[in-house]
């Protein structure tokens, strides 16, 4: 049934207003987050316009701090500071976009485990709805024989647009109705009336969702700040703590080094750093194929089991679709008992578990709409692209390969397999949503010619 306060207006239920309470701040979140990003250099792919810029010794300041012993501590004590700055702000961003992605972990399973449910109760409530139907048809069929039989009470009854409860009342009255008949139009009316409660409380339920969705939608974009601000916050210490650390390690020593000095060396050490680089990048080339390799002959062995109909992972279809990661699924889509807490939740994914470090490939195109870390999913990464959405949880750490807002094809490596967040072993957790609203991967994938597990 329906449920409605004093005043008629319909009403969600009380663990929707609970965890809406409990996100209610997100936005007081997101703000805070924004401005880390502002203090830290701006968002990833947008222009940056800061608060205010940090303003870092030039190597002229450095020469000129040595006139005097006064002039060298001040600077050293300003160096100093700037770095112990850099630290802070990293450690403090990236503090804030795990507390943020917790909190949209939490806000997005609320919603995940409310809309399949409520999925289930519009599929239960379709089905008693065809079945109310049947009922209505049998009653009709049996209204229209008594009616043949020299008598169109029946039919007149069955066909009146009155309520159910006149409608029995009137079969009480109606002596040509044998005790058989009015059992079939009870039955009927019965399973109408079971029809429109089921249907009643779908509409509750989809009422509640829009809470829970509006709750969701905050705490991501609450998360997605947050996380840019860490990634800003970490690429600008890697870009200026080398520099600041020589420039301090020149004034501690009181040598007459210039920022040409420093050059030479930073030029011999990225020559050194862009071959150790492009080593790993071939490493990496070199492992993909291997296990790409492996993955056919597995599939191939198997009779095409293993690997995406004969696919091996990171190879796109005819449908412009890939394997995230071939391996035996750990654990399926829907209610299970958690590995962890013991206890029997709604799990929003399908494991899939082929071993740590192993590469995962975008299974479609689009733009990494969060690439951070999110709560009990570990580190993450998140792809949109033509209304679908797909989430790989429990990246190593250190094994998040792309940035917030960069556009990835489908079949592009975008990470490796870890143990990140609430996990209990190596595993990619996958996730597919369309139009925001979670689905299960392993058929929304074969639809596709792409098979898991």
């Not at 205010?52 to 006064?70: F, G, K, L, M």
């Not at 925001?436 to 639809?447: C, E, I, N, Q, R």
């Amino acid at each position: 049934m329906k449920r409605h306060n004093r005043h008629g207006e319909k009403t969600v239920p009380r663990t929707v207003h609970t965890v809406a309470q409990r996100l209610r701040h997100a936005k007081l979140v997101a703000v805070v987050a924004i401005a880390a990003v502002a203090l830290t250099g701006g968002i990833v792919g947008q222009a940056a316009s800061p608060a205010y810029a940090i303003e870092y010794p030039s190597w002229e300041d450095v020469q000129n701090a040595r006139s005097s012993e006064s002039a060298k501590q001040a600077e050293i004590t300003r160096i100093q500071d700037l770095l112990a700055q850099l630290e802070t702000t990293v450690t403090d961003t990236q503090a804030a976009s795990v507390a943020r992605g917790e909190e949209y972990q939490v806000a997005q399973d609320a919603f995940d485990e409310a809309d399949f449910k409520a999925s289930q109760l519009q599929e239960d409530a379709d089905e008693a709805e065809a079945v109310a139907a049947d009922s209505k048809l049998r009653a009709g069929q049996l209204a229209a024989r008594i009616s043949r039989g020299g008598s169109d009470v029946s039919a007149t009854l069955f066909f009146d647009s009155g309520s159910a409860d006149d409608l029995l009342s009137q079969l009480g009255m109606a002596s040509k109705i044998t005790d058989q008949s009015a059992g079939i139009y009870t039955k009927a009316t019965q399973d109408q009336n079971a029809a429109q409660s089921l249907t009643d409380q779908a509409e509750v339920a989809k009422d509640a969702l829009k809470v829970l969705s509006d709750a969701a939608a905050e705490a991501f974009e609450a998360a997605r700040v947050a996380a840019v601000a860490a990634e800003t916050a970490l690429t600008e210490q890697q870009e200026n703590r080398a520099v600041l650390e020589q420039q301090l390690l020149v004034l501690s020593e009181n040598r007459a080094a210039t920022e040409a000095d420093y050059a030479v060396g930073e030029q011999v050490r990225a020559v050194e750093a862009a071959r150790v680089a492009d080593l790993a990048r071939q490493a990496r080339a070199a492992e993909a194929a291997s296990y790409a390799a492996m993955s056919a002959r597995s599939s191939a062995a198997s009779g095409g089991g293993g690997g995406g109909g004969g696919a091996p992972a990171g190879v796109v279809s005819s449908n412009g679709w890939a394997l995230p990661a071939a391996g035996p699924v750990s654990s399926s889509y829907g209610y299970r008992i958690h590995p962890l807490t013991g206890v029997r939740t709604f799990h929003n994914g399908t494991d899939i578990a082929p071993g740590c470090g192993l590469p995962i490939y975008a299974a479609h195109s689009g733009t990494v709409t969060y690439a951070g870390n999110n709560g009990a999913y570990g580190n993450f990464v998140q792809v949109t692209g033509s209304g679908v959405t797909t989430g790989y949880a429990h990246i190593m750490n250190g094994g998040v390969l792309v940035r917030n807002g960069q556009s990835v094809n489908a079949g592009d490596l975008i990470a490796r397999i870890g143990t990140t967040g609430a996990s209990n072993g190596c595993h990619l957790h996958f996730e597919v949503r369309v139009g925001g609203s979670l689905t299960d991967a392993v058929p929304f994938l074969s639809a596709r010619g792409i098979r898991i597990g």
